[in-house]
């Protein structure tokens, strides 16, 4: 198995997710927990896998500087051009997380990283490069596909031989992670270099509702609730992702 990279078609979903509940869910989490968490003077921030750029694009309008990669082109073009629609300016940068370290002299107040583990063949790997990219006294912002609220999801549809046979990972070119991650697993491989600060769970509940249910909820009370119960101590874990923020040791 290898990383998975992004292509037009791909973009184009993603752009249709984005324009949805589910992405509307998943940008007021993230940055709601960054908000909260980062101190308000500008920062050195590194967005690694930024595909399309929007959280990027709302960082920079909150006055950061931002250097933006994404292994992908046609996600590059589509970040280039939600910037410059926006007025504002980044460091572009095409390359792999691999390459990073060889392009890049600095490191970062910032560093974000959102989506990108589950596609990546060996997970485990990019954290010790998240980490020398990482300032002394920063932060890291890792939000993961969660491996438990797939098993949930499954238990709900009774999905039992899929369970057995340990079938998590998505069908080649769907949209649907490779590489779901056990948070405990995660925790582990993370404690010898980052101490985590705060937890939130992306989507606690939205993804469980009937159909008829989401289409009948107004996005305005999905958000207050989503974000009522991020962090409540019961629902947090059943996140379809999880955002840990996380400080170097």
Request: hydrophobic fraction near 45%.
């Amino acid at each position: 198995m290898s990383d998975r990279h992004f292509d037009e078609l791909a973009t184009r979903f993603a752009e249709k997710i984005y324009g949805g509940a589910k992405g509307a869910i998943r940008l007021a989490v993230l940055q709601a927990d960054l908000a909260q968490a980062l101190p308000e003077r500008p920062l050195r921030i590194l967005d690694i896998g930024a595909g399309l750029g929007h959280m990027s694009l709302w960082l920079a309008e909150r006055g950061h500087q931002l250097t933006v990669t994404e292994p992908a082109e046609p996600m590059l073009q589509g970040a280039r051009e939600r910037f410059a629609a926006a007025g504002q300016t980044a460091t572009f940068i095409q390359a792999p997380w691999q390459d990073l370290l060889g392009q890049l002299t600095e490191r970062y107040d910032v560093v974000v990283c959102h989506a990108v583990l589950e596609w990546l063949a060996e997970p485990h790997a990019i954290l010790p490069v998240l980490h020398q990219l990482t300032a002394p006294g920063g932060w890291l912002s890792l939000a993961f596909y969660n491996k438990d609220a797939l098993i949930y999801r499954n238990l709900l549809k009774g999905h039992f031989r899929k369970l057995r046979k340990q079938e998590f990972a998505g069908e080649k070119q769907s949209l649907t992670p490779q590489m779901p991650l056990d948070p405990r697993e995660l925790a582990t491989q993370l404690a010898a270099l980052w101490r985590v600060e705060s937890q939130s769970g992306v989507r606690v509940f939205h993804d469980y509702m009937p159909r008829d249910f989401q289409l009948k909820a107004e996005l305005i009370d999905l958000l207050e609730m989503e974000l009522a119960h991020r962090r409540h101590p019961s629902f947090m874990g059943l996140g379809r992702y999880l955002h840990w923020i996380c400080r170097p040791r």
